[in-house]
C-alpha cells in the first residue's frame, strides 16, 4: 500500500491491516478531511447474533466514528427477505418478517457495545426494509432496474463462481445485488452518505451502489473492502470446532469467547491485536514478535482487549481467573459454560458420550464416542474411556468437570 493518507481514519485502516480495497483513495481521504462522513455497513438479519467474522466489520464502524466520522449500522429487514448469493453455494432458507425482526433486536445489543449512538457524532441505526418494503414493482424496474446491465452482473465474481459450478442461481437472489446499490442511494439521497464499507466479497455490490448513485442522483460516493479473514492455518474466522464465535452472551459465554481468542495460533496475534484491539500498532507488532511462552501473555492481552470491547472489563477479568483456576491449579473454575440438567432431562441417568454432546464439546455422538476411545476426555480431571459410563442424580450432586483436550471444559449439574 503506497497511499499516504491525510485523514486519521484512512491512515489507520491502512496501518492496522483494514483497507483490501478502495474506488478512489484520494477523494475519499480529502472528503475524511473536509467534514464529517457518513459511512455504513450493512448486516443481514440471518441469526439473532453476528459472530466473530463480522467483527473486523464493526471495528471499522468504530474506528470512522472514533476519528469523527458519522457510523450508519444498517439492518437489513428488507434484503434479508431475498438473501445475499455472494459465494454461496446453494440458496438461503427464507425467513418470516417476524424471525427477521427477533434477529435484528438480537443484533442491535451487539452495535450498543462498540458504538455511541447518542454523542457528537451519533452513530445512527437504520433498517432497509423502511425503503424496501413499499416499494412499487414496475415504478422500480424502470426507474432503477434500467441502470443494471446483466452481461455485468454476471461478469462478478460472486456470480460467476457459482453459474461456473453450473449450481441454480434464482432470480430472487440475482435481485439482492440491486437492492444494495438501491440502499447505497436512499442512504445518500436521505442521509448525505458518502461511504459503504464491507467485506471484500461486496465489492461488485458497493461498485454498483456508487455507479447508480451517480447515475440518479449524479452525487460522489466513496467505497471501501477489507481483506476476507482467515487465520495462518486457512480456517475461516469466525467459526471453531464447536461452531461459531457469537457475539451475544445468551448464545455463547463470554468465557468460550474469550478462550477463542488466547487459542490463537502464535502467527495471527499481531495482527489480531491490530484488527481487533485498540492497543497502538506498535505494542500490537511487539507482543506479535515474542515467542515460546511470552507469546502466551500477548494471546491472554488479545483475549483481555477483545472480550472487554464485546462484555465489559468484569468478563473479561473473570474469564482470565476461570483460565487460571482451570489450566494452573486444576480447578473448576467460576465461570465455565454449565449444563445444568433437570431431573426429568435425566432420568435413570445419563451416558458420558450424551453428556459430551449436550455440553459442547463434541458435535455428535459419533464425535463424542470417538473423543472418549482417544483417551482426550477427562472427567475431573481423570482420564475416561468408557463412552457408555452413566450418571446418576447421586453423581452429579455437585458440578462434574468435563474437559476435551487441555482447552475445552464444561461443568455439568443438576438443574
Not at 192 to 208: E, F, R, T
Request: a negative charge; one cysteine or more.
Amino acid at each position: 500500500m503506497t497511499y499516504h493518507p491525510k485523514s486519521d481514519f484512512m491512515r489507520v485502516m491502512i496501518e492496522r491491516g483494514f483497507l483490501a480495497d478502495c474506488t478512489d483513495y484520494q477523494g475519499l481521504d480529502e472528503a475524511l478531511v473536509k467534514g464529517v462522513v457518513p459511512g455504513y455497513i450493512g448486516f443481514d438479519a440471518t441469526a439473532k447474533s453476528l459472530h466473530v467474522g463480522s467483527l473486523i466489520q464493526i471495528m471499522m464502524l468504530r474506528w470512522l466514528q472514533k476519528t469523527g466520522h458519522q457510523p450508519i449500522t444498517l439492518m437489513g429487514g428488507g434484503t434479508t427477505k431475498v438473501g445475499d448469493p455472494s459465494f454461496r453455494a446453494d440458496e438461503r432458507p427464507l425467513l418470516t418478517p417476524e424471525a427477521i425482526d427477533d434477529n435484528i433486536a438480537g443484533i442491535k445489543k451487539v452495535f450498543a457495545k462498540y458504538l455511541d449512538y447518542e454523542g457528537e457524532t451519533p452513530a445512527l441505526m437504520l433498517n432497509n426494509a423502511e425503503w424496501l418494503d413499499d416499494l412499487n414493482y414496475l415504478d422500480f424496474l424502470r426507474d432503477i432496474g434500467r441502470h443494471f446491465s446483466v452481461n455485468r452482473m454476471l461478469s462478478f465474481e460472486s456470480v460467476k463462481s457459482r453459474l461456473d459450478r453450473e449450481q441454480s442461481l434464482s432470480f430472487l437472489e440475482f435481485n439482492y445485488m440491486i437492492l444494495q446499490a438501491y440502499d447505497f442511494l436512499e442512504l445518500n439521497r436521505r442521509y448525505g452518505c458518502l461511504l459503504q464499507m464491507g467485506g471484500s466479497d461486496q465489492w461488485g455490490n458497493i461498485v454498483n451502489g456508487i455507479d447508480l448513485t451517480r447515475r440518479v442522483l449524479d452525487h460522489e460516493i466513496y467505497g471501501l473492502t477489507s481483506p476476507l479473514l482467515t487465520t495462518s492455518d486457512g480456517k475461516k474466522m469466525g467459526k471453531s470446532a464447536t461452531g461459531a464465535i457469537w457475539l451475544n452472551e445468551d448464545m455463547l459465554s463470554s468465557y468460550e469467547f474469550w478462550q477463542f481468542w488466547r487459542n490463537t495460533t502464535d502467527a495471527d496475534v499481531g495482527r489480531f491485536l491490530k484488527l481487533y484491539t485498540e492497543l497502538p500498532v506498535e505494542e500490537c507488532d511487539r507482543l506479535g514478535a515474542l515467542e515460546g511462552s511470552e507469546i502466551n501473555d500477548a494471546k491472554i492481552i488479545l483475549a483481555n482487549e477483545v472480550t472487554t470491547l464485546c462484555h465489559g472489563r468484569d468478563a473479561a477479568q473473570a474469564a482470565e481467573a476461570t483460565a487460571r483456576e482451570v489450566f494452573e491449579k486444576g480447578g473448576v473454575g467460576d465461570d465455565l459454560p454449565t449444563l445444568a440438567l433437570s431431573a426429568e432431562e435425566l432420568g435413570d441417568g445419563i451416558s458420558l458420550a450424551q453428556l459430551v454432546v449436550r455440553s459442547g464439546l463434541a458435535k455428535s455422538g459419533k464425535d463424542g464416542k470417538r473423543l472418549i476411545a482417544e483417551g482426550a476426555l477427562k472427567v475431573d480431571d481423570e482420564t475416561c474411556t468408557d463412552a457408555g459410563r452413566m450418571f446418576t442424580a447421586a453423581d452429579l450432586g455437585q458440578p462434574v468437570k468435563l474437559s476435551a483436550g487441555k482447552k475445552r471444559h464444561a461443568l455439568v449439574e443438576l438443574g
